[in-house]
């Protein structure tokens, strides 16, 4: 069993940064591929970025490329969207989920475990 505890959600103006953190618990976080996705009231849940066991191999939402970035750090368990050049329409809920397998992929059906979520709000 694998939990996730995302944190650094906010409110923040438009162009502003924000970087939102997931903790893992347990020994195989390093095997595992991590993704980030989100909700935004009366939407469906949408892929936002994915990332690989070892970091090497990164995927992204067309909505979020050149903003925003994925990274982990498999000794302190924890992955990490690094979130630059805020607009609004990025305003949801982010959930932090971990995949049991090593490569990344943007397709929600294939990730286990999820966090709680973080919310993030993006004023104009």
């Known amino acids: 069993q694998v939990q996730l505890v995302e944190s650094g959600g906010g409110l923040v103006q438009a162009g502003g940064s924000l970087r939102l953190s997931c903790a893992a618990s347990?020994?195989?976080?390093?095997?595992?591929?991590m993704g980030w996705f989100r909700q935004a009231p009366g939407k469906e849940r949408e892929f936002v970025a994915s990332?690989?066991?070892?970091?090497?191999?990164?995927y992204y939402a067309d909505a979020v490329k050149g903003r925003l970035t994925i990274s982990r750090d498999n000794a302190k368990n924890t992955v990490y969207l690094q979130m630059n050049s805020l607009k609004p329409d990025d305003t949801a809920v982010y959930y932090c989920?971990?995949?049991?397998?090593?490569?990344?992929?943007?397709?929600?059906?294939?990730?286990?475990?999820w966090g709680q979520g973080t919310q993030v709000t993006v004023s104009p």
């Open positions: 347990g020994r195989t976080f390093s095997t595992y591929a």
């Open positions: 990332i690989n066991w070892s970091g090497s191999v990164t």
């Open positions: 989920a971990a995949r049991t397998y090593t490569g990344a992929s943007d397709a929600h059906q294939d990730y286990t475990y």
